[in-house]
């Protein structure tokens, strides 16, 4: 089954510790991206990549790191989460620009 | 600059009643694409729909249709004989071609729908 799988789904973090989110496709696309959701203002993109090692950084990237290593994995680090980073996550891949986005289940990140 | 505006944050209907979404989008670029998703309460993104700046024909599937207007630029979603399993958080997208090769989607706010019984 084509699917894009985040890990975890929720977690509950104190600032400072470092945490990584996981984010993982089996459909063989290009482009893969981390948006956040905020209520108020819809998804927000923090990170994308165009290929393994071609990573970039979207509208919101302050406080986040990602790497692609291998076409399949995309995760988002959070070196020293802080609340402001309280969020809904989602990771998206896409097969190449501007086509149909498949994206994973959440990841809903509280920092207290 | 790029943006999409759903003026409408939350829509509250009864079943069976028709309701429209509006998207209105903003860009200079003359090949875009459009998406709607939809939010269900348990969070996930369910693509629906996919259309091109050069197809402005209107779009039917079931209940649901697209009406795609470059002149005013909107993006306008309908649902026919809601049912309470429409209910959920509606997202208008863009993404441009030749602006952006970031792959991004610029989402709007975000419309809730609640169709009650």
């Known amino acids: 089954e084509a699917q894009v799988t985040q890990n975890p789904r929720y977690l509950i973090t104190v600032t400072g510790k470092k945490l990584t989110v996981t984010c993982s496709q089996n459909?063989?696309?290009?482009?893969m991206s981390w948006y956040r959701q905020d209520p108020g203002l819809g998804l927000r993109q923090i990170y994308y990549s165009m290929n393994v090692e071609v990573t970039d950084k979207g509208d919101v990237p302050e406080g986040y790191k990602v790497s692609r290593k291998e076409k399949r994995n995309f995760p988002l680090i959070l070196e020293s989460p802080s609340p402001n980073q309280t969020s809904l996550y989602f990771c998206?891949?896409?097969?190449?620009?501007?086509?149909?986005?498949?994206f994973g289940q959440g990841t809903r990140l509280t920092v207290v | 600059a790029q943006k999409v505006t759903q003026a409408q944050t939350e829509i509250s209907v009864v079943e069976k009643e028709d309701v429209t979404l509006d998207c209105v989008y903003e860009t200079r670029d003359t090949t875009y694409y459009l998406f709607w998703y939809k939010q269900p309460p348990s969070g996930e993104l369910v693509f629906l729909i996919r259309?091109?700046?050069?197809?402005?024909q209107n779009e039917i599937s079931g209940r649901y249709s697209w009406n795609f207007q470059k002149s005013t630029s909107s993006f306008n979603f309908t649902i026919t004989a809601s049912q309470v399993v429409d209910s959920a958080v509606y997202f208008c997208?863009?993404?441009?071609?030749?602006?952006?090769?970031?792959?991004?989607?610029?989402f709007g706010q975000g419309t809730t729908l609640q169709v009650k019984p």
């Open positions: 998206a891949s896409s097969l190449r620009q501007a086509t149909e986005a498949f």
């Open positions: 997208a863009l993404s441009e071609v030749y602006s952006s090769n970031t792959g991004k989607l610029i």
């Open positions: 459909m063989n696309h290009e482009y």
């Open positions: 259309r091109n700046s050069f197809d402005e």
